[in-house]
């Protein structure tokens, strides 16, 4: 290991994350601090229905204005099954329920600063449901576009989520190797 861990002391927690600050030493025997934020696992479900994908649009108060993104998100809670929680955002944020949930790959949330790894689905065969947002969630409204609608959003910076990015991503690399396998 490049980095060893001298002391680590928690910040600040609440219900969402933990922020915790680590004294380290470099294996150039330099010293310095880290600090981390650690949330628990998230999903991101890229919800594709012919050539249609659903996209979420919420207010994000970090960044101070509202965002079109994929939808994605935890539930606070460590140890939980990855495709139980993407069925469940789904639900939640879109009242959308999944015939098929296929698993892409996971992802590491911004790791230079945080720990949380995001699990990256493909969800097709869609019915619709009732949503249960989360409080925060009051304003999120769900749209459609047409898959070209979509990735020229993600081109001309209507979609800046990273999240969004890296699953869409993931999914045309998973789609590449599906056709290829398929014309072997």
Request: glycine letters at 8%; aromatic letters at 10%; a negative charge.
């Given at each position: 290991m490049s980095i060893?861990?001298?002391s680590s002391r928690?910040?600040?927690r609440n219900p969402w994350l933990r922020l915790h600050?680590?004294?380290?030493?470099r294996s150039n025997g330099a010293k310095g601090i880290y600090g981390v934020v650690e949330k628990d696992d998230a999903a991101v479900i890229l919800p594709i229905d012919g050539d249609r994908i659903y996209l979420v649009e919420q207010f994000r108060y970090t960044i101070g204005e509202r965002a079109l993104e994929l939808p994605q998100g935890g539930w606070e809670t460590a140890d939980v099954n990855p495709e139980e929680l993407a069925r469940g955002e789904l639900r939640e944020e879109t009242g959308l329920v999944a015939a098929q949930m296929t698993y892409l790959g996971s992802t590491w949330i911004a790791y230079g600063f945080a720990k949380q790894r995001q699990y990256v689905f493909l969800a097709t065969g869609l019915a619709q449901a009732e949503t249960d947002p989360d409080p925060e969630e009051h304003d999120l409204v769900l749209k459609t576009a047409s898959i070209a609608e979509f990735e020229q959003m993600l081109l001309d910076g209507t979609i800046r989520d990273v999240c969004t990015l890296a699953a869409w991503g993931l999914y045309k690399v998973w789609r590449e190797k599906q056709a290829a396998e398929r014309a072997i």
């Amino acid at each position: 290991m490049s980095i060893r861990t001298l002391s680590s002391r928690e910040v600040y927690r609440n219900p969402w994350l933990r922020l915790h600050e680590d004294e380290i030493e470099r294996s150039n025997g330099a010293k310095g601090i880290y600090g981390v934020v650690e949330k628990d696992d998230a999903a991101v479900i890229l919800p594709i229905d012919g050539d249609r994908i659903y996209l979420v649009e919420q207010f994000r108060y970090t960044i101070g204005e509202r965002a079109l993104e994929l939808p994605q998100g935890g539930w606070e809670t460590a140890d939980v099954n990855p495709e139980e929680l993407a069925r469940g955002e789904l639900r939640e944020e879109t009242g959308l329920v999944a015939a098929q949930m296929t698993y892409l790959g996971s992802t590491w949330i911004a790791y230079g600063f945080a720990k949380q790894r995001q699990y990256v689905f493909l969800a097709t065969g869609l019915a619709q449901a009732e949503t249960d947002p989360d409080p925060e969630e009051h304003d999120l409204v769900l749209k459609t576009a047409s898959i070209a609608e979509f990735e020229q959003m993600l081109l001309d910076g209507t979609i800046r989520d990273v999240c969004t990015l890296a699953a869409w991503g993931l999914y045309k690399v998973w789609r590449e190797k599906q056709a290829a396998e398929r014309a072997i």
